[in-house]
Nanobody
């Protein structure tokens, strides 16, 4: 059973930074796309950023210029560096990994809270 284990969430003041990490375990296959979604209270889950196996990236307009996604294919890991955080970035952040042959997987979520 594939597991995506997230870490790095927490409480930070507006303008601060956090780095989220997600490592896929119990798997020998590689993921075509890895990324991060978030869900704020009362809102739908939304894409934050994703990155392909060759390094192509895509970001939500709301985080462009502030967040940077990266991955380590050898470790089956994806990271999200979040700078200049705003209160509206407060949400549960979920790691997502997609394999063309094995389907999609989700992490358990990590809380990010930005205080004003």
């Amino acid at each position: 059973q594939v597991q995506l284990v997230e870490s790095g969430g927490g409480l930070v003041q507006a303008g601060g930074s956090l780095r989220l990490s997600c490592v896929a375990s119990r798997t020998l296959f590689r993921f075509n796309v890895m990324g991060w979604y978030r869900q704020a209270p009362g809102k739908q889950r939304e894409l934050v950023a994703h990155i392909t196996s060759v390094g192509s990236t895509n970001y939500a307009d709301s985080v462009k210029g502030r967040f940077t996604i990266s991955r380590d294919n050898a470790k089956n890991a994806v990271y999200l560096q979040m700078n200049s955080l705003k209160p509206e970035d407060t949400a549960v952040y979920y790691c997502n990994a997609v394999s063309a042959f094995n389907g999609a997987y989700w992490g358990q979520g990590t809380q990010v809270t930005v205080s004003s």
